[in-house]
């Protein structure tokens, strides 16, 4: 079973920036990927960014250039630096943690969301 906890989001201006962050626990297995997600209103769920446990990286194309995708592999914590926000980038971003093969019953888990909302 894992938790995740999610902080960071908030109001910003365009070309403003911030920090999401989201802990993972309640697992003893590591977990294998950890990623982003955004759903913007009336859009489906996307993924933002992903990192697995050996430190590669995968980004949207929208988001590539702008936005960075870290973890601390001791803490079981992701991290989504976003830099030059853009109005299109409002969305709750949801966090999300793959436990690939290590999974016992549940194989992913998601976060509760955080808004993040880019005025222009």
């Known amino acids: 079973q894992v938790q995740l906890l999610e902080s960071g989001g908030g109001l910003v201006q365009a070309g403003g920036s911030l920090r999401l962050s989201c802990a993972a626990s309640g697992s003893s297995f590591s977990i294998a990927t950890m990623s982003w997600y955004r759903q913007a209103p009336g859009k489906q769920r996307e993924l933002v960014a992903a990192i697995t446990s050996g430190g590669t990286t995968n980004y949207a194309a929208s988001v590539k250039g702008r936005f960075t995708i870290s973890r601390d592999n001791a803490k079981n914590t992701v991290y989504l630096q976003m830099n030059n926000l853009k109005p299109e980038d409002t969305a709750v971003y949801y966090c999300?943690?793959?436990?690939?093969?290590?999974?016992?019953?549940?194989?992913?888990?998601w976060g509760q969301g955080t808004q993040v909302t880019v005025s222009s």
């Open positions: 999300n943690a793959d436990l690939g093969r290590t999974y016992s019953t549940v194989r992913y888990y």
